[in-house]
């Protein structure tokens, strides 16, 4: 049996140069975080404002680690694969047009998450939240967009399973492939997860957590990412290099 480091170890880089389309994503993504920079509403011009928009840094840096994971993850599938066929393209401005959608939710549902357990002190700007239902809504909207930032994902993935032979992939590759479909399908359900909870679920002040669950089921994407890596890495130690 041949051990892997990591499953990804056995995909080779098949485009060393952007591409049109690629440098049209960066692009696009650059401006997906320029959007959440610009959210504060203008630049600070003394002290205390600089000080006061500080306070929204936990909730920007964690909005933008994951616009940050997602633009890594389609990069590396580009460099991977080399595809560039009109599925391919369709996907891809897919993807670009719902991370602009998606930085809305995004940014909205963190500052209220750093609000919620700091009592109002890490956020840049003032949050109105009327009623259950209105965070309810916003689970809602932030559930559909990043699960269907995750199909498109998957279907990237599963484009470039169908284009195996013309790709050349080598069995070790395909398996690499196959569970990197796993991982954004298993995204895709989660979000599926978090999106029945906030529909299903009674929100009400006399039950606080019961409003938090439909976040809370995103943590469990690290448990399930480990699992299903560790599944593969195993099928693929067991094909000969």
Not at 20 to 41: Q, Y
Not at 111 to 128: K, R, T
Not at 193 to 221: K, R
Request: proline share 4%.
């Amino acid at each position: 049996m041949n051990r892997v480091a990591s499953p990804d170890d056995v995909l080779c880089i098949r485009r060393h140069q952007p591409t049109r389309l690629e440098g049209f994503i960066d692009s696009s993504f650059a401006f997906a975080v320029t959007l959440l920079v610009i959210s504060i509403g203008h630049i600070p011009a003394s002290v205390p404002e600089m000080l006061h928009a500080l306070r929204g840094l936990p909730a920007f840096a964690i909005s933008f680690l994951l616009i940050a994971r997602i633009w890594m993850a389609h990069r590396d599938w580009s460099r991977r694969y080399d595809i560039e066929d009109a599925t391919s393209v369709r996907l891809s401005l897919l993807l670009v047009f719902l991370v602009l959608i998606f930085v809305y939710p995004l940014r909205l549902l963190f500052s209220l998450f750093f609000y919620w357990i700091s009592h109002g002190y890490l956020v840049d700007q003032e949050l109105e939240l009327h009623s259950a239902e209105e965070l309810r809504v916003a689970f809602e909207v932030y559930g559909i967009g990043f699960g269907s930032i995750a199909v498109v994902m998957a279907l990237l993935y599963r484009h470039a399973l169908r284009a195996a032979d013309q790709i050349g992939l080598t069995a070790r590759e395909h398996l690499a492939t196959r569970m990197h479909l796993a991982l954004w399908l298993g995204l895709a359900g989660l979000a599926a997860i978090s999106i029945l909870c906030a529909v299903l679920l009674p929100f009400n002040d006399t039950q606080p957590l019961l409003g938090t669950l439909p976040g809370f089921v995103y943590a469990f994407s690290g448990v399930r990412a480990k699992l299903i890596r560790r599944h593969y890495a195993a099928r693929i130690a067991a094909i000969p290099a």
